[in-house]
T-cell receptor
Framework: EAGVAQSPRYKIIEKRQSVAFWCNPI?????LYWYQQILGQGPKLLIQ????????DSQLPKDRFSAERLKGVDSTLKIQPAKLEDSAVYLC??????????????FGPGTRLTVL | GDSVTQMEGPVTLSEEAFLTINCTYT??????LFWYVQYPGEGLQLLLK?????DKGSNKGFEATYRKETTSFHLEKGSVQVSDSAVYFC???????????FGAGTRLFVKA
């Protein structure tokens, strides 16, 4: 089966600009996650969707970050305006369910964002 | 709060050497524990997991045992290969489906 797709793979922007990332999860996966991975650190969950509803966005900086999952499939993560500290790899993951034996997360390759 | 601590890298080994990457966790109760691997330019892949105390997860020659008494989940492999060079992440997750908490990662280099 096809894996989690993300685009773009790399993005370089100036601070205060806007940027958007796109994720297409594995077909049939109800749960979608966005993580931020700063260099030298482990991934940190930004937001978790169950179908098109938000389950957890407690660590999403809502003054500048937003995310949506249209029709419970694809998702976009937006940063507006970007700050230097937003430089990181943004990982998207999906799972069939959010709990139980089918909750294994499958990760996409990530989008590496550099803010200058 | 819940956290995961793993040994700092990089770890550099010669091919066929024994590997141990230490991981300890802090959590109330008994979460599921995981090891993920990230090869260069790729996303994270689940390597192995254990869902309860004394469970041993294993895959591709790697293994780790869920030790409740020491709150540890150390990753081991008896004979590493060059192809094992990657970053390894220890993580915990509650069975209710809440967020996964990752350690900082340990980079492994294996020399031929």
């Amino acid at each position: 089966e096809a894996g989690v797709a993300q685009s773009p793979r790399y993005k370089i922007i100036e601070k205060r600009q806007s940027v958007a990332f796109w994720c297409n999860p594995i077909s049939g996966h109800a749960t979608l996650y966005w993580y931020q991975q700063i260099l030298g650190q482990g991934p940190k969950l930004l937001i978790q969707f169950q179908n098109n509803g938000v389950v957890d966005d407690s660590q999403l900086p809502k003054d500048r970050f937003s995310a949506e999952r249209l029709k419970g499939v694809d998702s976009t993560l937006k940063i507006q305006p970007a700050k230097l500290e937003d430089s990181a790899v943004y990982l998207c993951a999906s799972s069939y369910t959010s709990s139980g034996p089918m909750n294994e997360q499958f990760f996409g390759p990530g989008t590496r964002l550099t803010v200058l | 709060g819940d956290s995961v601590t793993q040994m700092e890298g990089p770890v550099t080994l010669s091919e066929e050497a024994f590997l141990t990457i230490n991981c300890t966790y802090t959590a109330t109760g008994y979460p599921s524990l995981f090891w993920y691997v990230q090869y260069p330019g790729e996303g994270l892949q689940l390597l192995l997991k254990a869902t309860k105390a004394d469970d041993k997860g294993s895959n591709k020659g790697f293994e780790a045992t869920y030790r409740k008494e020491t709150t540890s989940f150390h990753l081991e492999k008896g004979s590493v290969q060059v192809s094992d060079s990657a970053v390894y992440f220890c993580a915990l997750r509650w069975t209710g489906g809440f967020k996964t908490i990752f350690g900082a990662g340990t980079r492994l280099f294996v020399k031929a």
